[in-house]
């Protein structure tokens, strides 16, 4: 009883740590990243490289060529099992957001997202760190 107890206060400070904090960019970095993903699903390159910042298409001029880098070394974002959002931070004008993957190959991954607010007053993916992570015990 004590546990839940515990527990449901956490939670409630979070929320409210949260609010106080501004939780509409993070809904909205959390609108993006999901949207990205499921063009990527879709395989829908038009819509996944509407997602990237002005430096990520400085990098990658052309949506096939940022298509095909995101098959080769993002494959768990491009075609994850499982994902949920986790942690988020903003530091000034830029959002990063945890995402916790579990790949098709059966490895836990956490991608770290870095959105930035543009002139628009949009928020576009201005890169992502893949991390392998531990797995949780078996249910």
Not at 79 to 92: C, E, L, Q, T, Y
Not at 95 to 109: A, C, P
């Amino acid at each position: 009883m004590v546990r839940i107890v515990f527990v449901a206060l956490c939670l409630t400070l979070s929320i409210a740590a949260g609010a106080a904090l501004g939780d509409e960019p993070v809904d909205t970095a959390q609108s993006v990243i999901r949207a990205q993903i499921k063009a990527f699903l879709d395989d829908d390159a038009d819509t996944a490289y509407s997602f990237a910042s002005p430096a990520i298409r400085t990098k990658f001029p052309d949506k096939i060529i940022f298509f095909d880098m995101v098959k080769r070394s993002y494959q768990h974002l491009y075609r994850p099992g499982n994902f949920a959002f986790g942690r988020s931070k903003i530091v000034g004008e830029e959002v990063f957001q945890e995402v916790l993957i579990s790949g098709s190959d059966g490895k836990d991954w956490t991608a770290i997202y870095d959105l930035i607010h543009q002139p628009d007053g949009s928020y576009k993916i201005n890169g992502v760190m893949m991390l392998q992570t531990a797995s949780g015990p078996q249910l």
